[in-house]
């Protein structure tokens, strides 16, 4: 369901009858949406320079290590 | 080295890649702030990479990773005690959200609402409804049975909905714009 249709029908609801909770319509859907939201923001930062700054170190780490052991 | 092995190691790498900005989502909703997340996303990839021998190539590095975080968030809370936490300022400072998201997002609220869920059920909705597991993976996650998981899942779904449906009823109506265009569709 797109949100404009989410939208339009608590609208409906709202006009309807006050006593209806709008909202309460689809909560299942919503708290889904809304967690998804909240998840995907954080995801869309992307990975911090330290992350990457990191790897490359273990990786350097462990490429000297291995050639210490190959002599 | 042979260049198997080479290949293996950058197939590990790549991976854990991938799985960061994930990794960090579930971090950032175990903690509640992006500071103490990211240092626990650090511990994570240090273990992880110390540990690649016990992960075998080709199954879900995804939930391999989120089971080390998991146990290193848990670890470290036992190891620490609860700190005392300032529940107004947690989400508020560290989570930033745009002004144009704020009115049909409502992030902090949901945020804050997701913060009074008890631990177990905070992470089992998290895996299930916004990391993309199956229940079974999130039971292996959480070392538990399937059936606890469903029933944390849907324990907080309840709990959520009382919490943003009662105090968040308001924001579930028609904007002002809306409003205008609803009472001359309906006002004569």
């Excluded at chain 2, 900005?21 to 994570?44: E, I, M, Y």
């Excluded at chain 2, 190539?57 to 700190?83: C, H, P, V």
């Excluded at chain 2, 005392?84 to 300022?89: F, H, K, M, P, S």
Aim: proline share 3%.
């Amino acid at each position: 369901m797109s949100d404009d249709e989410t939208r339009n029908k608590d609208k409906m609801t709202t006009a309807q009858s006050n006593n209806f909770r709008p909202g309460a319509m689809q909560p299942n859907a919503s708290i889904s949406r809304k967690l998804r939201e909240f998840y995907d923001a954080v995801q869309e930062e992307g990975i911090p320079d330290r992350f990457l700054e990191l790897l490359e170190r273990l990786d350097e780490a462990e490429k000297n290590a291995k050639a210490v052991k190959a002599k | 080295m042979t260049t198997k092995d080479e290949d293996v190691d950058r197939a590990f790498k790549r991976d854990l890649l991938a799985s960061l900005p994930n990794l960090r989502a579930f971090a950032v909703s175990l903690t509640g702030r992006h500071d103490k997340a990211d240092d626990l996303v650090q511990d994570t990839i240090m273990k992880a990479w110390a540990n690649q021998g016990s992960f075998t190539a080709g199954t879900n590095m995804r939930a391999w990773l989120f089971t080390i975080l998991r146990n290193e968030f848990y670890s470290q809370m036992r190891k620490r005690g609860r700190e005392v936490q300032d529940t107004d300022g947690l989400f508020s400072e560290r989570f930033s959200v745009h002004p144009e998201q704020y009115g049909r997002l409502d992030l902090q609220d949901f945020r804050k609402a997701l913060d009074t869920l008890p631990d177990d059920q905070r992470e089992a909705i998290i895996l299930v409804g916004a990391a993309g597991f199956a229940y079974e993976e999130a039971a292996t996650i959480c070392g538990c049975a399937v059936g606890t998981i469903k029933s944390r899942v849907s324990r907080a779904r309840s709990r959520l909905q009382e919490i943003l449906g009662v105090s968040g009823e308001s924001d579930f109506g028609p904007d002002p714009g809306d409003a205008a265009i609803t009472s001359r569709a309906f006002g004569s």
